[in-house]
């Protein structure tokens, strides 16, 4: 007999050589019905895979990040099976799942293929499906498995082949089509039920361009057709919220290739938007005890290999940069990092001083291929809103509470309200991989699952996933339209305080080694307002609109009116902007529309005899007339409700 252990940690016996679906079936029917794929011990398995060994075994449906690759996977043998069928002397090389469905790579060997075809392709793909094969893992000796392909005249295949271990090679069959695959599949073809091929590309052979060229197959498949109609519609709505689209129409940052590929440009609207968010972390880090500090664009080539990131990135990044004199060598800084442990050795520290927070919006340069380039999500400059705690083991408890009430404050003030974390912790098979005492890790491992529970998160633990230096704590928000994105981490170090000497004096006099926490809630400046446009489709929570009321005269006769309010909102601290051209007021309704303005005051005739103002919502209500007072009120308190102070435990 082997035991199985559970998530939930309970224990079963089962025969040895007990298939995945009958451990899933001893739990229920309905799971058994509902699970696409399985770990034991950590390891990908099938449903018809046996077990016969004790451990630990995890099971994936739909709703699992897991169930769905083994589904996008088995559905690029689908559609390499349906490819083969419309183009027999095509010779297919990889077809990988991906984070939204799957591709296949295929060299289409002299015949041509274009998005017209799609149609028919998805329609026999379906057919395919329907038969509803089961997908086959079998092992073949490598000689026969090169003999396979060189028949097909493959050579791509054969290359990879020839890459792998001699002995044997695992293929998988379904219906009586095969390929070269490791495993990792769904049952059977049935359980696909909607396909969409969504487009095709160009890709070199093993991503280099002096290979041949291949043709790649980007496709997307479901278990309902319900769903892939859902999908469409987010794809059509995220196109609608791109950050791209938004950030034009709100004038809030462009490009400009004389400037640089990757180097943004941050326009009067958008620096307002960037300097309104930094001094809303600025305040609550004030709170929280940070120290503001500030250091250079450039640190010398001698700095980054102290800090380890010259050895690291040096050969992947911008080049050095040299002086015309001196024989000195500088470079971009790629990390704030090392400079922030210059500060801390500025002057002798002690156990007194710690916890010291140093923080800085610090600009970073880092090279990537203008290709990956995307937006602000992916750009070659950006702002980290940067910071390092330096701290006593024993304070990194403390610390992680108090930076996970800074995240969550950050999450709540713009409306992200639902977030996961993930706690990555060290392989505790490998002990050897990572730096600092074992006693540190545990404290520090501990330190952040209590902070974790303690502040109610929804987390999961991943062994095996922290740094060789630390582990950590990644947040992953969920934006409006349901798609993840990674916010806010928080990672121990011991591995900069060891490169930088840091040290500070204990209670007896004796030099000690400080730990390093580096985090930062938005990640970084660009990427942050990327995803918040996504997220909120550019209408930003009241305190963070960089206009909050456009005033509009009905004529030019009402302008001093317009003016004397302009007046009053602004002596109380309200963004107001005043639009007195000569224009209809239907004109400037939907100019401010487009502008997602949250407030419109309209005054004409009436106003003025009345002493009073008119407001209008964006995309909304009507408020009607009112005092001014009560206007300032209503903001007043909308602002604060959405953003209270923030208050350190
Ligand atoms: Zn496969
Ligand atoms: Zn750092």
């Known amino acids: 007999m082997i035991s199985i252990i559970f998530p939930d940690s309970s224990v079963k016996k089962f025969e040895k050589g007990t ?13 058994a019905r509902k699970v696409l794929s399985a770990s034991f011990n950590e390891e990908i398995y099938e449903l018809e895979s046996e077990i016969h060994l004790d451990g630990n075994i995890k099971f994936y449906t739909w709703d699992d990040n897991e169930g769905k690759q083994a589904f996008w996977h088995s559905s690029a043998h689908i559609l390499a099976q349906t490819i083969k069928f419309f183009y027999p002397k095509s010779k297919l090389t990889i077809g990988p799942s991906i984070e939204n469905g799957f591709y296949y790579d295929v060299d289409f060997a002299g015949e041509s293929i274009s998005e017209k075809d799609f149609q028919k392709i998805e329609a026999k793909f379906l057919e395919f499906a329907r038969e509803d094969n089961k997908f086959k893992l079998k092992s073949i000796p490598k000689t026969d498995a090169l003999e396979f392909y060189k028949n097909e005249n493959n050579e791509y295949k054969i290359e990879l082949i020839e890459g792998l271990e001699d002995g044997t090679i695992t293929f998988c069959d379904h219906s009586d089509f095969t390929d070269l695959c490791k495993g990792g599949h769904i049952p059977s073809t049935g359980i696909v039920k909607a396909v969409k091929l969504l487009n095709i590309a160009g890709a070199y052979w093993r991503g280099d361009e002096k290979n041949n060229q291949l043709t790649r197959i980007y496709g997307i498949t479901f278990p309902k057709q319900k769903l892939l109609t859902e999908y469409l519609e987010l794809v059509e709505k995220a196109k609608e919220r791109d950050h791209r689209k938004i950030g034009k129409e709100l004038e809030l940052f462009t490009f400009s290739s004389k400037v640089g590929n990757g180097l943004p440009l941050w326009l009067p609207n958008g620096t307002e938007l960037r300097d309104l968010l930094q001094g809303f972390l600025e305040d609550a880090q004030r709170r929280a005890g940070y120290k503001k500090v500030m250091s250079s664009h450039i640190g ?15 050969a992947d990044s911008f080049q050095p940069i040299f002086t015309p004199n001196d024989s000195e060598t500088f470079i971009l800084r790629p990390m704030n990092c090392p400079h922030h442990c210059e500060i801390y050795n500025a002057k ?3 156990y007194r001083d710690l916890p010291l927070r140093l923080a800085e919006f610090g600009t970073v340069y880092r090279y990537e291929q203008s290709g ?22 024993e304070q990194v408890d403390s610390e992680f509470k108090n930076t996970i009430d800074l995240v969550l404050y950050v999450f709540k003030s713009l409306g992200f309200d639902n977030f996961s974390a993930q706690v990555s912790l060290r392989d505790p098979n490998n002990p050897d991989k990572y730096i600092g005492s074992d006693k540190n890790w545990e404290i520090s491992e501990q330190a952040i699952l209590n902070s974790a529970k303690e502040k109610e998160l929804e987390f999961n633990v991943e062994y095996g996933e922290a740094a060789f230096y630390g582990p950590k704590l990644d947040f992953m928000v969920k934006d409006a339209l349901g798609r993840s994105w990674q916010l806010g981490t928080i990672q121990v170090d011991y591995n900069l305080p060891e490169r930088f000497d840091l040290t500070y004096k204990g209670s007896n006099n004796e030099d000690l080694r400080p730990v390093m926490i580096h985090r930062a809630p938005f990640g970084s400046m660009e990427r942050f307002v990327a995803i918040l446009l996504e997220h909120t489709g550019g209408v930003f929570p009241l305190w963070l609109a960089t206009t909050q009321v456009e005033i509009l005269i009905v004529s030019e006769n009402y302008k001093n009116y317009g003016k004397k309010v302009l007046n009053i909102l602004e002596n109380h601290e309200i963004r107001a902007h005043l639009d007195d051209r000569n224009e209809t007021v239907g004109k400037k309704i939907r100019e401010s529309e487009i502008k997602k303005i949250p407030f419109m005051i309209v005054v004409g005739e009436n106003e003025v005899k009345n002493d009073t103002i008119s407001i209008r919502r964006h995309h909304g209500d009507d408020l009607g007339e009112m005092k001014i007072e009560k206007f300032i009120d209503i903001i007043k308190k909308e602002v604060s409700d959405c953003i209270p102070k923030f208050n350190i435990n």
């Open 19 to 31: 298939k995945v679906i009958d451990v899933a079936k001893s739990i229920s029917e309905g799971l």
């Open 300 to 314: 010398s080539k001698e700095l980054y290999e102290t800090s380890g990131h010259y050895e690291k990135y040096g």
């Open 348 to 350: 002798p520290q002690s």
């Open 372 to 393: 990956e380039l995307h937006g602000l999500s992916r750009v070659r400059g950006f702002t980290v809103d940067d910071a390092h705690i330096f701290c006593t083991p």
